[in-house]
């Protein structure tokens, strides 16, 4: 038994076939009784004004060629406290934007004790704000408007803003229809309790 590698992009013919196109053009199509899809997620965008033109996502932020300095952080999940907590210990003026709870999915009274960690550490958090739009200041930097719960709209400057608020699966162009499958607006499968 052997493994066949393929440098294609594939879609879905049906449940059992894949037609797969490599980067001259060249289209087969390989059968087989199973296949596993494993094709990762992207992180995602608030779909605000200036999110992609300002902003960057936690993926982005190990490849910046200067130094972040103030940065804002959107999302409380754990690769967001993560970032947050290394940007904090490497000097830089943080603050973490948190729309409801920390770590959703996990233990709240742990997640609540990180919090309460972080913040004897120097990490600043904004609770039950959600970022509307980001714009480019006079001086070059980035101004953050953020709503509370209480419609009040708070404004501040950062050097970087950071979205680490989830990430989507990139099953677009696959065609899983094609095979049955359904997918959630992240790209994410729809199952039942068998699956």
Excluded: W
């Excluded at 390989?30 to 997620?41: C, E, L, N, Q, S």
């Excluded at 709240?108 to 970022?131: C, N, S, Y």
């Excluded at 953020?146 to 979205?163: A, G, Q, W, Y």
């Amino acid at each position: 038994m052997g493994i066949k590698y393929f440098n294609s992009y594939a879609k879905f013919v049906d449940p059992h076939t894949v037609e797969l196109t490599d980067k001259k053009g060249k289209v087969e199509t390989v059968t087989a009784d199973k296949f596993v899809i494993a094709v990762g997620g992207r992180p995602s965008y608030p779909n605000i004004p200036g999110d992609k033109e300002l902003g960057i996502t936690s993926d982005d932020l190990f490849s910046m060629k200067k130094s972040p300095g103030k940065t804002l952080v959107v999302g409380a999940s754990y690769v967001a406290l993560e970032c947050a907590g290394f940007l904090t210990a490497f000097g830089y003026d943080t603050t973490v934007a948190v729309r409801s709870i920390f770590l959703r999915g996990f233990d709240q009274d742990m997640a609540e004790r990180i919090a309460k960690h972080m913040k004897l550490g120097h990490t600043k958090f904004l609770r039950g704000v959600v970022p509307t739009k980001l714009e480019k200041s006079a001086d070059g930097r980035i101004t953050a408007h953020l709503i509370t719960e209480d419609k009040e709209e708070i404004c501040d400057e950062f050097d970087t803003v950071v979205f680490a608020i989830g990430r989507y699966a990139v099953t677009e162009g696959l065609n899983l229809a094609a095979a049955g499958l359904q997918t959630f607006k992240d790209g994410k499968f729809k199952v039942n309790d068998h699956e």
